[in-house]
């Protein structure tokens, strides 16, 4: 389905529930679905709680593949490329876990755990970075911030799905 918005053409995904530009035009931009009480959720079974995570990346790509890793893997998840805004986003929505890219053009990731967690904004939020830095810088950013820890950039899927659900395992029992 194709709709004119200006001098764009947006195409509508019903199945994916979002808009993308089309990318003969200015690029590919993502427009994430505001997420839903768990009690709204279709899909819920009375007895059924599916963590909610929030992924943040300036990057659309990286989040339309940890989208699909973490939703396969049984999460709800909701998306952000901008991280400006985040920490308000965060205690409207409190989602259980935020993977947070460190590298961002206007705020970095620590810096938006610092605000989250330092500030009280995202009581029982647990923040767990993902980027291409080096372990060891990542372990530091970790150690300064109170984050859960830290997930290196990887295509391996298994990889990351066995470090995020660790870290979120250490979550729940904290």
């Known amino acids: 389905m194709t709709q004119t ?11 994916l529930k979002r808009k993308a ?22 899909d819920r079974q009375a007895s059924e709680h599916k963590p909610h995570v929030l992924v943040v990346d300036d990057d659309p790509i990286v989040l339309e593949v940890i989208r699909d890793r973490l939703e396969s893997a049984g999460y709800d998840v909701s998306t952000r490329s901008e991280e400006l805004g985040t920490s ?7 989602p259980d876990i935020v993977l947070l890219d460190v590298m961002m053009p206007a705020l970095r990731g620590n810096e938006i755990a610092s605000l989250v967690l330092r500030r009280g904004v995202g009581d029982g939020v647990g923040i767990i970075f993902h980027s291409s830095k080096s372990p060891d810088e ?13 997930i290196c950039k990887t295509g ?11 870290l979120a395992a250490r979550h729940r029992r904290s």
């Open 5 to 15: 918005n200006g001098s764009k053409r947006e195409f509508l995904n019903p199945w």
């Open 21 to 42: 530009i089309s990318p003969f035009y200015s690029g590919i931009v993502m427009q994430t679905v505001p997420p839903r009480a768990w009690s709204d959720h279709p």
């Open 88 to 94: 308000a986003w965060i205690a409207v929505n409190k």
């Open 138 to 150: 990542l372990e530091e950013l970790v150690q300064r911030s109170g984050a859960l820890g830290a």
């Open 156 to 166: 391996d899927e298994r990889s990351f799905l066995r470090q995020f659900k660790s």
